[in-house]
């Protein structure tokens, strides 16, 4: 996993070098300070002043390099995860829209959102600090070995515990707690996701309570995983204080014995602790790191998650859709045993109103999708204009196909935005006329900015007038097959009949209405029942 993670900054080793080079400076640089005032105070009456100039100059070039570690560092990491970035919004784009149907909507906002920014943890404080660590310990543990063979393998030994064996130690400690730890998180942002999206309709079967001692039972767990990070957390710093202060004692007693307490050891003694810095540095690191990795790991199963098996095809579909036709069509998803649809045809012809009922889960968002080219068609044909759907490129053939799923998709955008939707060419009087088509214009007139007010959850728009907005939308955006997926079901009467009167009047092109409401079929030209997987016409 850190081989794939270093893929991608492997444009930016020079960077990388350059960040450790400027953090070995530094921490050389800080050691050199704390040597030479040592050397001051042991000065006697010899001359201060070549000495203080040499502490002086020690002081700014310990402060430039650790200012340029940090800057490229931190360089490197933003520039990695960009490139990340667009790598998985690629990946989502690629799986969208039949790839993500399994995913749950928290555990994808934590891969795109917060997954990526523990990232730079391995980025930023990872790559470099190690390399610096080791360096500097070989540089610091061959300088005291000059001077005395015991006290630079005190030093090596000291290092290697601190920098090295106690990191790995809480590692693998921490990993274990931060992944249990991302996990209830993970499952508490679903939770909260779902509170909020089902808000209508807990209020409305008063579920609220229900469901939010549910969303605080989730809380509930998060409280001992936090703590057991917690316990580890506050471990970090001790056995490698209590480590450094044995070895120094150790060194101190060694160098005194040998030198009979001379003076001339004193700069040594006081540059011993600033010997640990970069590796205390990395004792801290395993929390951090192990969130990083387990963040990483989330976000490349994502990477990894296979694509739909869908190949597009060649032809363009340059005229409307004025025919489809299913024959025997069976289909079974990949991760499931039953099959969902056993032997279906059905055809549906221009200016014609199709409607296909059936109990909830019985397939028919399946086959609309099926229709749509989101999954491939393994068994049995689709037919559009009378060639294999398979033949049509995908991006023509959802040019010519609206579709309208249970709950509108409205953007937190303006009212304008929302029915432009990448169509800035459209003109006012043509908002205005499709507004007008879907009983709309007084509506928005009466919102505080008009079309230019910004749509939010407290817009004060109701589900049935997000739906007709959605409508309007598929209305400014000519096709000519309107899919409409239980558009009415959680609709009262006079926003059904709105909505059902404006396709009728202004749709000019074929309809495939999917609904499990008996009601709402009195609308239609042709009727077919699913049930079972299979599908049998009713009208």
Known sequence: MIRRMLTYVGYLVPVLIFSWFAGLIAELGQVFV??????????????????????????LIAAIGAFAEQYAGHYVAFKALADLRNVVYAKVQRLAPA????????????????????????????????????????????????????????????????????????????????ARLAQVQGETQQQMLEAVRGRDALLQLHAAGQKMAAVDAQYQQEGPAQQAVGVLNGQKGQLAWLIIIGTWLALAAWLGVRTHFSLAVLPLLLAFPFAFRPLLAL?????????????TKRVFVLLDTPEPNQTDGTQALTDNI???????????????????????????????????????????????????????????????????????????????????PQRAQIFHA????????????????????????VKLTERIDRLPMGLETVLNADSGLSA????????????????????????????????????????????????????????????????????????????
């Open 99 to 178: 790839g993500l149907d399994n995913q749950r909507s928290g555990d994808l906002l934590k891969a795109v959102g917060d997954d990526i920014e523990a990232m730079e943890v391995f980025y930023a404080h990872t790559i470099v600090p190690i390399a610096i660590g080791a360096t500097f310990t070989l540089v610091l543990a061959v300088t005291y070995a000059w001077y005395d063979l015991v006290a630079g393998l005190l030093v090596l030994a000291a290092s290697t515990l601190v920098g090295g064996v106690l990191p790995l130690y809480r590692y693998r400690r921490l990993r274990t707690a931060n």
């Open 322 to 404: 004025a025919d489809v036709q299913v024959d025997h069509l069976t289909y079974a998803y990949p991760d499931r045993a039953q099959t969902v649809l056993q032997d279906v045809s059905l055809q549906l012809r221009q200016g014609q109103i199709g409607g296909i009922v059936g109990v909830s889960g019985a397939g028919k968002s399946t086959l609309a999708k099926l229709l749509m080219k989101w999954y491939p068609a393994p068994k049995g044909t689709i037919a559009i204009n009378g060639v294999d759907a398979a033949d049509w490129q995908t991006a023509t053939l959802w040019q010519e196909i609206n579709y309208l």
């Open 464 to 539: 049935g007038e997000q739906q007709r907005l959605a409508l309007a939308r598929a209305f400014l955006h000519p096709s000519s097959l309107l899919i409409l997926d239980e558009p009415t079901s959680n609709l009262d009467v006079i926003n059904e009949q709105i909505i059902l009167n404006s396709i009728r009047d202004y749709y000019p092109g074929m309809v495939l209405m999917i609904t499990h409401r008996e009601e709402t079929l009195g609308f239609c030209d042709v009727v077919w029942r699913l049930a079972d997987g299979q599908l049998t016409v009713e009208k």
């Open 34 to 59: 704390a040597w030479q005032a040592g050397r001051l105070f042991i000065s006697g009456s010899q001359s201060v002043r070549p000495l203080l100039w040499w502490l002086i100059g020690g002081i």
């Open 414 to 437: 303006t009212v304008r935005e929302n029915l432009q939707l990448g169509a800035k060419d459209l003109t006012g009087d043509a908002i205005k006329r499709v507004l007008a088509q």
């Open 283 to 295: 004792a801290n690191l395993p929390d951090s790191l192990s969130k990083g990795l387990g963040a």
